[in-house]
């Protein structure tokens, strides 16, 4: 009852609060300065990067090792199609390694 009975004195102003209660912070005065920034409203664009399976890169290689040995088999018979094949692969393998990361921005 007297936590009560005080508490509704100190609201209401009729009992001056001791000086511990009472805090007081010094404030230093500082000019706001005000910066003129443009602001944009823009979206935000992502950057994907899609890698390529290992079955499509097989397929490249494989395919274009087939078109090697097809034009050499035509160029040279056998052993051109040998050649060609050989060939076909290493540029199939190259192109493939050249482009298997695709950067897409959106």
Known sequence: ??????????????????????????QTHRPQYRRNYRTTNYARRRTVVRRRSTRKSAAIVGGSAATG???????????????GAIAGGASGFIYDRATHKKVVRR
């Open 1 to 26: 009852m007297k936590k009560i009975l005080l508490g509704l004195i100190l609201a209401a102003g009729l009992m001056p609060a001791t000086e511990a209660a009472v805090t007081y912070q010094q």
């Open 69 to 83: 040995a097809a034009i050499g088999a035509l160029a040279g018979g056998g052993k051109g199609a040998g050649i």
